[in-house]
């Protein structure tokens, strides 16, 4: 399977030049479906998540990237979702749910883009994640991608954090969709904020 060649070969460069080191990544669940969200530092953030999950993955990425002539035939063939960053892509979100519903797997980075020396809490979420979640009743699986200084460069540890899963149920008390998502955005956003707060403080000292 390619998706499995391709991560092998990679992990055996990648994981001992960025020092990739995952905590707690017995708290994914143990198979789909279910929504996996991180914080986004780094172009490589969701190939250090895939290391340590133990069903491929259905990446959701920027639509530039399918301009790139060699890797868009390789994106097509890994079933990656092309996703316009430009306001709501209502036709990848669909795509995300059909995808859920089939019992896999989805990444999505709810910053949108990379923040690169930026806290996560001082970023926008956006809620496309809340949206699969409800029309699927997916869990989500909040991951926290920390660097010192929050910028992943070579022979420097790179962790990665995963959080309890916030089951759909555990959203309650909501009266309508906008109230769900909104609840839902803030659960998440508060788990990622405190996994990288707290591993920073673990591995690299102090909050920043």
Same mark, same amino acid.
């Given at each position: 399977m390619l998706y499995k060649f391709l991560l092998k070969f990679v992990s055996f460069f990648l994981k001992p030049l960025y020092r990739v080191k995952a905590v707690n990544a017995q708290k994914q669940p143990e198979k789909g479906p279910y929504v996996i969200c991180a914080n986004h530092i780094s172009i490589l953030d969701a190939i250090f998540i895939a290391f340590y999950i133990k069903q491929p993955i259905t990446f959701m990425a920027k639509v530039e990237i399918f301009s790139w002539p060699v890797l868009k035939h390789i994106f097509k063939k890994l079933g990656v979702v092309p996703i316009n960053r430009d306001g709501n892509d209502f036709m990848a979100l669909k795509t995300a749910v059909r995808v859920l519903k089939g019992g896999n797997i989805i990444m999505i980075f709810p910053q949108g883009k990379r923040? %690169?020396?930026? +806290?996560?809490?001082?970023?926008?979420?956006?809620?496309?994640?809340?949206?699969? !979640?409800? &029309?699927?009743?997916?869990?989500? +699986?909040?991951? *926290?991608?920390?660097? %010192?200084?929050?910028?992943?460069?070579? &022979?420097?540890?790179?962790?990665?954090? &995963?959080?309890?899963?916030?089951?759909?149920?555990?959203?309650?008390?909501? *009266?309508?969709?906008?109230? &769900?998502?909104?609840?839902?955005?803030?659960? +998440?956003?508060? !788990?990622?904020?405190? +996994?990288?707060?707290?591993?920073?403080?673990?591995?690299? *000292?102090?909050k920043k």
């Open positions: 923040c %690169r020396g930026k +806290l996560p809490e001082t970023t926008e979420f956006k809620d496309g994640a809340a949206f699969m !979640s409800y &029309f699927t009743k997916a869990p989500i +699986l909040p991951v *926290g991608i920390t660097a %010192r200084n929050h910028w992943i460069k070579p &022979f420097r540890r790179t962790v990665v954090s &995963f959080g309890d899963p916030i089951a759909y149920d555990s959203v309650s008390g909501c *009266g309508s969709k906008e109230e &769900f998502f909104a609840k839902l955005d803030s659960m +998440l956003e508060s !788990s990622i904020c405190s +996994l990288v707060n707290e591993q920073y403080a673990e591995y690299f *000292g102090e």
